[in-house]
């Protein structure tokens, strides 16, 4: 069935470097992305989102990449901290108004 | 602003035991979610209210689970009786969806061992 799924299960970047997480989804008809974080302990917290009909959006230090010709999504954090260390679970909505399906989740590990 | 409260934050207890999970969503917030989150299995939808109606409960795994949400304010998630294989960390999300926003605000979550 229709998925979001993740390239890589971990990633692991020094202090200071910028940090790229990937995210592939399959249902063409997502409309809506999310990108989450989960610290350990804690529940997932929003970090960034964009709609179909953008292709980049940025935030403080991070930068979501949409690409729907490949179906393809990607979070960049910028200059990447021991506080990022976390979970990274991407979500879209798959056509559904309320109903977020969530990826596999990525480990980033930052080096001091 | 309090975010989603969830309580207790850890549940040890025996199997067959009752289990209550406790969620208070973000006030103003007309939507609320049901997770389950294993290593093995990731974070699973469990069942979704609108206006304090069940919408979608397909994701509940069988009739030992029960979810009630009496009034805007107040949710729970009831187990009877607890298995091993039930243990996990569960989550309460909520939305504003009928508002045209999908972004979940998630709880610190309840961490549930089943001995």
């Known amino acids: 069935g229709e998925s979001v799924g993740l390239h890589l299960p971990t990633l692991s970047v020094q202090e200071g470097d910028n940090s790229i997480i990937n995210c592939a989804y399959s249902?063409?008809?997502?409309?809506?992305f999310i990108w989450y974080k989960q610290e350990s302990g804690k529940g997932p917290q929003f970090i960034i989102d964009?709609?179909?009909?953008?292709d980049k959006r940025q935030g403080q230090r991070v930068t979501v990449l949409l690409n729907k010709t490949v179906k393809h999504l990607s979070l960049q954090i910028a200059a990447t901290q021991p506080g990022d260390s976390a979970v990274y679970f991407c979500?879209?909505?798959?056509?559904?108004?309320?109903?977020?399906?969530f990826g596999k989740g990525t480990l980033l590990t930052v080096n001091p | 602003d309090a975010g989603v409260i969830q309580s207790p934050r850890h549940e040890v207890t025996e199997m067959g035991q009752e289990v209550t999970l406790r969620c208070k969503p973000i006030?103003?917030?007309?939507?609320l979610f049901w997770y389950r989150q294993t290593m093995m299995r990731g974070l699973e939808l469990l069942i979704y209210?609108?206006?304090?109606?069940?919408?979608?409960d397909s994701g509940m795994p069988e009739d030992r689970f029960s979810a009630k949400m009496p009034n805007a304010s107040f949710s729970t998630l009831k187990i009877q009786p607890s298995e091993p294989r039930d243990s996990a960390v569960y989550f309460c999300?909520?939305?504003?969806?009928?508002?045209?926003?999908?972004?979940?605000?998630f709880g610190p979550g309840t961490r549930l061992t089943v001995l």
């Open positions: 006030s103003g917030h007309n939507s």
């Open positions: 209210f609108n206006n304090n109606v069940p919408i979608d």
């Open positions: 964009i709609r179909s009909n953008m």
């Open positions: 999300a909520s939305s504003e969806a009928d508002r045209g926003s999908v972004t979940q605000y």
């Open positions: 249902n063409s008809a997502s409309d809506y």
């Open positions: 979500a879209e909505t798959g056509g559904s108004n309320y109903k977020l399906t």
